[in-house]
């Protein structure tokens, strides 16, 4: 029998900001969402004002308005090119930021992120091993199919060597992705080595991320495995919020521990293999998102995965906006963007962080 939270348990699981807070987190993050998808849709060589994206939307949903644009190129542009890339921005951010977030969860560390069970690198990989031999199974899908498959076949590695009678302990998880991310480089070498230059240059290419070419079809299978991994996670977020008391707490509360662990990690596969099939790898966002989202509303999952979900949409909406446009004429690789941006940043948290609290916690 499922026993009664205490109070004091009820405490310290009860989210850490008041529901002002949280409202204020969300009108503003909603907000810069907003602003971002319609500045992002009319940005590029062809620049389309912030009245026409809205009236072109209103007109695609049946109002009728005196906004929308009546130039056929444009029209084509918006809904061909821009809109497109813009959903999959919010797609993929809005998956590796929710990611990030479960990996802190379960592992109890602020610092962990998904490239610790191996997606990233399994991925990467797979993309590799499709560019290197040329291969054509699923069309022009290959490359984002087999990345998908690496990253879930690299996650499952992980966690089966990691599995040791009928538990898995965190540290011995961490220390197998290790061993795990170090195997894939060094066969991602390999392939790099074998192949021409012309796939060597495309392997380069996807590990550097980029949006560029995204398309309906490509977006609406990102939405349909991200949205339903990403509606099972929203529902973990209670049993989440318990497993921070510990294991044995936790499990005296009626969670099955591992059970909550595999179907996380499993989560954590599915959000981030779908998101980078696409576009490549995208660097710091599971990782940042959730930290500063964590500093705003504190620790508890129920508030805090909803906002990371919008939080990691907003960062990659406007990153993708700076990479089309920060250099004229140019495409800059959004994994480069947000290393760049991403690394120099979370820095300088982590050094507030450390003069607040005068080390860690």
Known sequence: MRAAAPPLVRAAVATASSPGRRAVVGIVTGILLVA????????GQLPIGPAEVVGSLLRAVGVPNGWAPTDALVEQTLWQIRFPRVVMSVLVGALLAVAGAIMQAIFANPLAEPGVVGVSSGAAV????????????????????????????????VYATARSQGRTEAVTLILTGIAVN????AALAVMMFLGNTASREQIVFWQLGSMNGSRWPEVALVALIGLFATAIALSLARP???????DRTAAHLGVRVERLRVVSIVLVALLTGVAVAFIGIIAFVGLVVPHVMRMLLGPSNRALLPATLLGGAVVLVYA??????????????????????????FYALLRRNRRRSGGWA
């Open 320 to 345: 993708d906006l700076l990479a089309r446009t920060v250099i004229p004429s140019a495409d800059l690789p959004i994994g480069i963007l947000t290393s760049l941006v991403g690394g120099p940043f």
């Open 240 to 246: 989440l919020d318990l497993l921070a008391l510990g």
């Open 126 to 157: 797979g993309a590799a091993l499709a560019i290197t031999l040329g291969l054509s199974t699923f069309g022009g899908w290959t490359t984002a199919a087999l990345a998908f498959l690496g990253g879930l076949a690299a996650t499952l590695i």
């Open 182 to 185: 170090a195997f894939t480089g």
């Open 36 to 43: 971002g998808v319609i500045l992002s849709a009319g940005s």
